[in-house]
């Protein structure tokens, strides 16, 4: 079934902000939504015509659109990311994927390469397991323990997960609001695209980006290894990688003047 333009739009939350001459797309990681992305819009409003959207699942924001089967893998939702900037029409935009939503736009990015200028991959992974020498963070157990721990008890799984995450404590805000976030979800699909999440190994796709891309990592991300980082830079040619002085998986949320100033860098060599 051929999908319209606006369904597509409606179905994704898709807000457009500012009149910029170039597209900044945000996109926001697993458990957020594009309120996440506040301080750099705020940030950035005045300068770029900046695309907002939520991805099915990935947070509160898109859950009726959400099917265990089709997003079984990180495919499907590069192919929505492709639908909502074809139907905006958006030409090399330059893209932020936080998490998750990093390792989705470089996908995307594959499937058409027009719609990107530059890709700008924010915590993201492109393999969380250890595999072999490869260290991307979760062992098998780490992450059987993970989901059984969710599925016992999804409420006091998110507390501990979103200080994990986060690395702060409870009561700070940052934990708070990602917390509240997930818990916003479905328990069954926050499980279910979760265990797609870590089991996803997109290693040997790598090579068929063609963007250049810019891998920024903060110095301590229990979600994210200094090494994950690194595979990145390595393998996606002609990237970069900056480490940022900032600690948790959610920077822009928790370190925002951190981030904000490390895109003003690099979106500014757009031009």
Not at 41 to 66: K, M, T, W
Not at 67 to 85: E, F, N, Q
Request: aromatic share 6%.
């Amino acid at each position: 079934m051929i999908e319209s333009g606006s369904s597509v739009l409606e179905r994704h939350n898709v807000c457009v902000i500012g009149s910029g001459v170039e597209t900044l797309v945000l996109i926001p990681g697993f458990g957020t939504e594009q309120s996440a992305w506040r301080h750099v819009v705020e940030a950035f409003h005045n300068r770029y015509r900046i695309v907002l959207f939520d991805l099915a699942g990935i947070g509160p924001g898109s859950q009726a659109h959400f099917d265990h089967v089709r997003y079984g893998s990180l495919d499907a939702y590069a192919r929505d990311v492709v639908a909502v900037l074809e139907t905006l029409r958006v030409d090399r935009g330059l893209c932020v994927g936080h998490s998750v939503a990093g390792t989705v736009a470089a996908l995307a990015s594959v499937k058409a390469p027009h719609l990107f200028g530059r890709l700008i991959m924010l915590g993201a992974s492109a393999c969380y397991g250890n595999v072999g020498d490869y260290r991307g963070g979760f062992g098998s157990a780490d992450i059987d323990g993970l989901i059984d721990s969710a599925t016992q008890d999804y409420m006091q799984w998110t507390a501990r997960f979103g200080q994990m995450v986060v690395s702060r404590p409870a009561e700070d805000p940052t934990v708070r609001e990602f917390v509240s976030s997930l818990r916003a979800m479905r328990p069954d699909m926050a499980l279910s695209l979760l265990l797609t999440i870590l089991r996803s190994d997109v290693r040997s796709r790598l090579n068929e980006v063609t963007v250049p891309a810019v891998i920024l990592q903060a110095r301590q991300d229990a979600a994210v290894t200094r090494e994950a980082a690194e595979y990145l830079r390595d393998h996606l040619a002609g990237s970069v990688l900056e480490i940022l002085d900032a600690s948790g998986h959610l920077p822009h949320m928790s370190a925002p003047g951190t981030v904000i100033a490390a895109l003003d860098r690099h979106l500014s060599g757009n031009r």
